[in-house]
Nanobody, 119 residues
Framework: QVQLVESGGGLVQAGGSLRLSCAAS????????MGWYRQAPGKQRELVAS???????NYADSVKGRFTISRDNAKNTVHLQMNSLKPEDTGVYYC?????????????WGQGTQVTVSS
């Protein structure tokens, strides 16, 4: 059974930092592209950052220079370090694992963790 479990969300003031973690089980983690997505109230879910099996990273323009995604294949965990947080970063953050991005098979989501940034 595949599980992606997020942790680390919470309430923080603007300018603060949070570190999200996603622990994966039931998959060959090192083979997966892992991503963090977020969904703000009334908006569509959007990609925040991703890291592929070769550790190449991709970021949304809105978070470049502030967020850093990393992975620990030994612990089957992906992290998102979020610095200089802004109120517009508020939303539910989801972890996603994809064996082959673009294909619907072997595509898994976590339940999400709430991040709230107050002004």
């Amino acid at each position: 059974q595949v599980q992606l479990v997020e942790s680390g969300g919470g309430l923080v003031q603007a300018g603060g930092s949070l570190r999200l973690s996603c622990a994966a089980s039931g998959i060959t983690f090192s083979s997966y592209t892992m991503g963090w997505y977020r969904q703000a109230p009334g908006k569509q879910r959007e990609l925040v950052a991703s890291i592929n099996s070769g550790a190449s990273t991709n970021y949304a323009d809105s978070v470049k220079g502030r967020f850093t995604i990393s992975r620990d294949n030994a612990k089957n965990t992906v992290h998102l370090q979020m610095n200089s947080l802004k109120p517009e970063d508020t939303g539910v953050y989801y972890c996603r694992g994809q064996l082959r991005p673009g294909l619907k098979i072997s595509d898994y989501w976590g339940q999400g963790t709430q991040v709230t940034v107050s002004s």
